[in-house]
């Protein structure tokens, strides 16, 4: 070949060669792109998920979730749900693959948009759960969720906490929107007001199965996951690792795309600690979870720490106190197990009832624990002996016999079952007749006191060897030793304290017909009857109440030896001295002054419910004082949480229906009232720098208060009284050591109040008409019926719900009025992309609060629809379809400036002629009640300074906590320590308006 042709070849071959390598090379660079763009993803949506997570309090067990990713990362496994659900249909045929989903767990996961701040971007958010949904009914996996139906008194404090931190997030949030203008970022992310809520709704519009509980949620979805051979547990709690139920997998590790999460593994868990899946919840409560309060143990953990012999230096504090606690339960409980109580092993002290409570709120319906204490069988050990032969069915073997002359029937003797040989009572040298028990199958011996010419049976007194007469207990069915009571020379029964190890007379106690223990007085030789310290387990004297007419324990006055009646303390469990109050001849429990050695009363802090001496700081907690649960009895073996069911309301019928719309997610707040009366909001997005709007608390606590009206009528003791309602409220202010007590207050409806069973139960068609005057009833605006019945939907319930803010809340103006009819007509024709791409100017703090007091004000309707028997669908007054936030909030800034209403509604001519009919029965309604609503400039040219009225307050309320002193604004109140009670309206008109 030429050298021509040589170096065309070459230059075609680099040619080809360099386009294959560049081609190549692209294949391979947009393959690593997409890889580095998932990556990405991955980290960033995991990075986010642990911000998430380590600012949120954590949920479960102390430091568990820490331990599991730091230290014990091998019970942590990849798995996929549609290999899982594949494998479930193999092993169950005709079986659905279903995953309880804990939705409390999974609200942050769910919440995808980028905008928070403003409101909440709702259509998106729908959109969001219906491609979750989608994902899982793609593989044939059922869904079934949970939301926590209500707060246990047992975790009120851990509740307490998390909303008093949250309050302090809050502020951070807003002074930073006050100083950048524009929304934090993710690792300051708080979930829009009433996500948990609308989230219930979401998801039954998407014809998911939704379930409310009626405890915390955790326990339920346990439960049901046990009971129904599910798939697993999807969620965010570490208590999932504690529940003996089926697997649990990681909401926050979850891959949507894929199907693939992290399961974690209880089993491996255990394997890692060396201890077993029973010994899960003594584990949690030793660390401190929701019930049991971290720092309740503290002192025991690092004593633990302390003997542990198998610190890792690689391991951070918390990991080291999580083995080391496993550690002595494996090596110091496990060796002491069914002989000893837990309260005699662990420092539980006046904490014991609490801790039997945490350890059995893991326990799932039909199992047990092995840590809960079960008496063995009493054990008699006696001398037996053998005589002459019959035959005993049980061992087929012979037996002797003797006659007993009382009943003239032939009784076995007794055989020694080591020397199978018969023995002689070494003082008469002659054998012991013999019965046999029912329950034991074994034969005791017996004798024939000389009084009654009786056979009766006998055991061997521990102490002093020789053999005693026995009698049957009457209550416990079981036999008991008898002794001869020197006074009256008769055979009494006798009781054996586990300290003393000695036999003791007993008499029976005329009012619980039980035996008790007698010691003797040493002044008058005379018998008292004793019972027994729990805490030093010996037996103190008893002396009769001339109030209730029974024995109470006595103290002994080391001083002056003469008995003290005692009380025994409902929350410790223990006896303390009592005295007799002057006044109500009642007793009081009496504290012992360490110093003076005399007793003083005590009296009870209504903020921490302890007894307390007189000047006790009640701030001042120690490990023995913390707080218990009284309600737990001492026998817990068979124990399984249950709900009580103490009731504001006796209709049964009614209560079924509340308890059903409850159960099913169909009502709010409703079952809460009318059960427990005891309900909860969490935290707004509030700034409580700004002193010109109120607290949603506040704004909406008039129609609750109708509301209590109408579900709890005169309280069902025809006395004609309602009982309070009891409000755990977040707002600025407000400590939450309490809550807040709140009456009713009476309805305006023409006619009338109509009774529960009216609007919840009567089909007739006049009775539609009846739940929509309750429903205005409940916000006082039946006057405005006609002009709100006349609005279409879904507007009418915004227009409500706007009338009664503007008549509630002064300091709203007509600028507010149109940013929010305008962002609800222009929602309307808007799609989930449009919302997505929209973008703000700039983030004004007023406008989201305003946001979020709108969105609260949906909420509001939820509840009274339901309570009201459901006069409007739903659907209207869910946000996605009247509300979202960066649309509010770009209209409420375009108001701001001064744009004309046909900009605000986009020049579209149709929402331009809707938006003037919708604002003219908001200010016709508002007129009605004294309120014109002005602009802007008006409230500027007419009160310099402050924006806002000073001297009114600035917001109308008939609760009587706002407008108590005409010169007190509502926020001077001070946080909800007051009884609030009804008061009639009062109406302030505007200085001027439109």
């Known amino acids: 070949m030429k050298p021509g042709k040589k170096r065309t070849a070459c230059f075609c071959f680099v040619a080809v060669t360099w386009a294959t390598v560049q081609q190549s090379h692209h294949q391979l660079f947009s393959l690593l792109t997409k890889l580095a763009r998932c990556l990405c993803w991955f980290l960033l949506i995991r990075a986010q998920t642990l911000m998430i997570l380590s600012r949120s309090s954590v949920m479960g067990v102390r430091g568990l979730q820490g331990f599991v990713g730091s230290t014990c990362p091998h019970i942590c496994t990849v798995v996929n749900f549609k290999e899982l659900a594949e494998h479930h249909r193999n092993q ?37 759960l219906r491609d979750f949904v989608k994902t899982f009914t793609t593989v044939g996996i059922k869904l079934i969720f949970f939301f926590d139906g209500m707060v246990e008194q047992e975790k009120r404090d851990e509740w307490v906490k998390r909303r008093l931190k949250n309050n302090r997030e809050i502020s951070r949030i807003f002074h930073y929107i006050k100083s950048h203008k524009e929304q934090p970022g993710r690792n300051m992310f708080f979930i829009p007001s009433g996500l948990a809520i609308f989230t219930r709704f979401a998801l039954k519009a998407l014809g998911q199965e939704t379930l409310c509980s009626l405890q915390e949620a955790d326990y339920e979805v346990a439960s049901y996951g046990f009971q129904n051979n599910c798939l697993g547990i999807l969620g965010e709690d570490t208590d999932y690792l504690i529940y003996d139920t089926c697997p649990y997998f990681s909401i ?132 037996k002996q053998v005589v002459s032969m019959s035959s005993d069915p049980e061992c087929k073997q012979g037996v002797p016999m003797c006659i007993d002359y009382g009943s003239q029937q032939g009784l076995p003797m007794c055989t020694d079952p080591e020397s199978n040989q018969g023995f002689t009572d070494p003082e008469s040298n002659q054998g012991f007749p013999m019965c046999t028990p029912p329950k034991s199958n074994q034969g005791i011996p017996m004798c024939t006191p000389p009084e009654s010419k009786q056979a009766v049976p006998m055991c061997t007194d521990p102490e002093s060897k020789q053999e005693v007469p026995m009698c049957t207990d009457p209550e416990s069915k079981q036999e008991v030793p008898m002794c001869t009571e ?89 006896g303390v001295p009592m005295c007799t109050d002057s006044k109500s001849k009642q007793g009081i429990p009496i504290y012992i002054d360490p110093e003076s050695k005399q007793g003083v009363p005590m009296c009870t802090d209504p903020e921490i419910k302890q007894k307390l001496p007189p000047g006790a700081d009640p701030e001042f907690k120690l490990e023995a004082l913390m707080c218990t649960n009284p309600a737990i009895k001492e026998d817990l073996v068979n124990m399984e949480p249950e709900v009580k069911q103490v009731t504001l309301v006796s209709d049964p019928d009614i209560l079924k229906v509340a308890r059903a719309d409850h159960v099913q997610a169909e009502s709010y707040l409703v079952y809460n009232i009318m059960s427990s009366g ?76 109509p009774n529960l069973k009216l609007l919840w139960l009567n089909q007739e068609p006049g009775t539609q008409a009846r739940r929509v005057e309750a429903l205005l009833g409940c916000f006082d605006l039946s006057s405005s019926r006609e002009e709100l019945q006349a609005v279409e939907n879904p507007f009418r319930a915004l227009c409500c719900l706007l009338t009664y803010l503007f008549v509630q809340v002064d300091t709203l103006c007509l600028e507010d009025l149109h940013a929010f009819i305008a962002q609800a007509l222009c929602l309307q024709g808007k799609s989930t992309v449009q919302l997505v791409d929209l973008q703000l100017d700039y983030i004004d703090s007023r406008a989201v609060q305003l946001g979020s007091l709108l969105v609260r004000g949906l909420t509001t309707l939820v509840l009274v629809n339901s309570a009201c028997g459901f006069p409007w669908r739903t659907s209207d007054f869910m946000p996605w379809n009247v509300f979202d936030g960066k649309l509010f909030h770009q209209k409420y800034l375009q108001s701001e400036k001064g744009y004309a209403v046909e900009a605000l509604v986009e020049h579209n001519r149709s929402r331009l002629t809707r938006f003037h009919a919708l604002k003219s029965v908001v200010c016709k309604a508002c007129a009605k009640e004294n309120r014109r609503i002005v602009s802007r400039q008006h409230w500027r040219s007419h009160q310099p300074g402050r924006w806002g009225r000073q001297g009114s307050g600035s917001h109308r309320t008939s609760s009587g906590c706002s407008r108590a002193d005409p010169g007190q604004h509502w926020r001077d109140l001070g946080p909800g320590s007051r009884q609030y009670e009804p008061d009639h309206w009062r109406r302030y008109s505007s200085s001027s308006g439109c």
């Open 678 to 753: 005891e309900i909860e909001c969490s935290n707004t997005l509030e700034d409580a720098l700004d002193q010109a709007l109120p607290s949603q608390a506040f704004v909406y606590r008039p129609v609750r208060q109708r509301v209590y009206s109408l579900l709890l009528g005169d309280g069902g003791d025809g006395a004609g009284t309602c009982p309070t309602v009891k409000e755990w409220f977040v707002y600025s202010g407000n400590p939450l050591r309490h809550p807040d007590l709140v009456r009713p207050l009476q309805m305006n409806i023409p006619g009338g109040t």
């Open 486 to 574: 020197p006074e009256s020379k008769q055979e009494v029964p006798m009781c054996t304290p586990p300290e003393s190890r000695q036999g003791v007379p007993m008499c029976t106690d005329p009012e619980s017909r039980q035996g008790v223990p007698v010691c003797t007085d040493p002044e008058s030789r005379q018998g008292v009857p004793m019972c027994t310290d729990p805490e030093s387990r010996q037996g103190v004297s008893m002396c009769t109440d001339p109030e209730s007419k029974q024995g109470v324990p006595m103290y002994t006055d080391p001083e002056f030896k003469q008995g003290i009646p005692m009380y025994t303390d409902p929350e410790f469990k223990q």
């Open 92 to 128: 169950h045929p005709g079986c659905t693959p279903t995953i309880v989903v804990d939705a409390m767990c999974c609200l942050r996961y769910w919440y995808t948009p980028e905008s928070w701040i403003c409101g909440g971007q709702w259509r998106e958010y729908f959109s969001s």
């Open 252 to 383: 926050g590790d979850l891959c949507l795309e894929s199907l693939s999460t992290v399961m974690l593994c209880r089993k491996k868990l255990c394997e890692s600690l060396n201890i077993n899946v029973a010994d899960l919840p003594l584990l949690a409560c030793l660390l401190g979870n929701d019930i049991i309060p971290e720092g309740m143990f503290e002192s025991f953990r690092y004593k633990c720490l302390s003997s542990y012999t198998s610190v890792k230096e690689n391991f951070d504090k918390k990991g080291n106190i999580i083995l080391a606690v496993a550690d002595h339960i494996s090596k110091v409980l496990h060796s002491h197990q069914g002989e000893k109580k837990l309260e005699d092993m662990l420092p539980l002290g006046p904490n014991k009832a609490l801790f039997y409570k945490g350890v059995a709120s893991y326990l799932l319906p039909g199992q047990k624990s092995p840590w809960f204490f079960q008496k063995p069988k009493s054990l008699i050990s006696l001398g």
